[in-house]
């Protein structure tokens, strides 16, 4: 179990959601509060969809809101919106999206984002070219990441470390390799280019495969369970939840935790009312 969680604590960092490790970080992801506070509060909104709508707004965007942010989300409950479609609203909001593009460029890229790149995703992100969830394999798949990872223990092992919180073991490594050129062979253009020479790397499709094994969708399920139910998840829990995401991705993964009854109830937990 301590490796479990570990190995959670790992990704939680990388996925910054948590600021350090040890038990003190611990109580500082993320949606995990240990210290229970009050909710947000406005006229006409009942306690626990304030708290709800509390939890969403530290879950998604990291801060309280204000008292007229809960009036609209009340409002909204009343003209019959669904937890879901209010949960969705967050996830594509741009102060959400914002969050994610300079949090992948801190915990992939090792740097702050620039004012043109981080113009560059949200409108990618707006035009429905690249959605929020995407982002992070963009950039794994990048040449910047390519280059830092090559020059410090090789890509796919940068890989496997950020995917799934551990290195790369040799026959693994070789795996990739050879899984890629062979890709490559067969998705080479060979009537463009007759005379062959260095096949290409299809980083893209090697990202894809990771992000997209058991392993990978497990770890990102864990990391959930903690971020919006601040548990680890349970067995049975965790399979279905990563068959789920492989089938429908992460967007679905987190709005399937958003929209429990879980989620709610504990909501009221985490920001009780008077």
Same mark, same amino acid.
């Given at each position: 179990m301590k490796r479990v969680l570990a190995g959670i604590s790992v990704l939680l960092v990388a996925a910054g959601l948590?600021?350090?490790?040890?038990? *003190? !970080? &611990?109580a500082q992801a993320v949606g995990t509060s240990v210290l229970t506070e009050s #909710?947000?509060?406005a006229p006409g909104v009942s306690t626990p969809v304030a708290a709800f709508v509390t939890a969403l707004y530290q879950d998604f965007l990291n801060r309280r809101p204000g008292e007229s942010e809960v009036a609209f989300w009340g409002h909204r409950f009343a003209v019959g919106d669904s937890r879901g479609s209010v !949960? &969705? *609203?967050? !996830?594509? &909001?741009?102060?959400?999206? @914002?969050?994610?593009?300079?949090? *992948? $460029?801190?915990s992939i890229l090792n740097r702050g984002p620039d004012p043109g790149g981080r113009a560059f995703w949200l409108d990618a992100m707006h035009r429905g070219i690249v959605t929020t969830d995407d982002i992070e394999k963009s950039f794994y798949a990048s040449q910047e990441f390519y280059d830092r990872t090559t020059a410090n223990g090789g890509w796919i092992n940068g890989l496997y470390q950020h995917l799934l919180g551990r290195s790369a073991s040799w026959d693994e490594a070789s795996f990739w390799t050879v899984a890629a050129s062979n890709y490559s062979f067969a998705h080479f253009d060979w009537r463009a280019h007759p005379s062959g020479g260095d096949l290409p790397l299809d980083r893209d499709w090697i990202v894809a495969q990771i992000y997209n094994a058991l392993e990978a969708a497990r770890a990102r399920v864990s990391v959930?369970?903690?971020? $919006? @139910?601040?548990?680890? #998840?349970?067995e049975p829990g965790v399979q279905f939840w990563a068959d789920y995401d492989i089938r429908m991705g992460d967007a679905a993964v987190r709005s399937g935790f958003t929209n429990s009854d879980e989620y709610y109830a504990l909501a009221s937990t985490r920001f009780p009312g008077n």
């Amino acid at each position: 179990m301590k490796r479990v969680l570990a190995g959670i604590s790992v990704l939680l960092v990388a996925a910054g959601l948590m600021v350090g490790f040890g038990p *003190a !970080a &611990s109580a500082q992801a993320v949606g995990t509060s240990v210290l229970t506070e009050s #909710p947000v509060t406005a006229p006409g909104v009942s306690t626990p969809v304030a708290a709800f709508v509390t939890a969403l707004y530290q879950d998604f965007l990291n801060r309280r809101p204000g008292e007229s942010e809960v009036a609209f989300w009340g409002h909204r409950f009343a003209v019959g919106d669904s937890r879901g479609s209010v !949960a &969705s *609203a967050f !996830a594509g &909001s741009d102060e959400y999206r @914002l969050i994610r593009i300079d949090n *992948a $460029y801190n915990s992939i890229l090792n740097r702050g984002p620039d004012p043109g790149g981080r113009a560059f995703w949200l409108d990618a992100m707006h035009r429905g070219i690249v959605t929020t969830d995407d982002i992070e394999k963009s950039f794994y798949a990048s040449q910047e990441f390519y280059d830092r990872t090559t020059a410090n223990g090789g890509w796919i092992n940068g890989l496997y470390q950020h995917l799934l919180g551990r290195s790369a073991s040799w026959d693994e490594a070789s795996f990739w390799t050879v899984a890629a050129s062979n890709y490559s062979f067969a998705h080479f253009d060979w009537r463009a280019h007759p005379s062959g020479g260095d096949l290409p790397l299809d980083r893209d499709w090697i990202v894809a495969q990771i992000y997209n094994a058991l392993e990978a969708a497990r770890a990102r399920v864990s990391v959930m369970y903690q971020h $919006y @139910l601040g548990r680890v #998840p349970d067995e049975p829990g965790v399979q279905f939840w990563a068959d789920y995401d492989i089938r429908m991705g992460d967007a679905a993964v987190r709005s399937g935790f958003t929209n429990s009854d879980e989620y709610y109830a504990l909501a009221s937990t985490r920001f009780p009312g008077n």
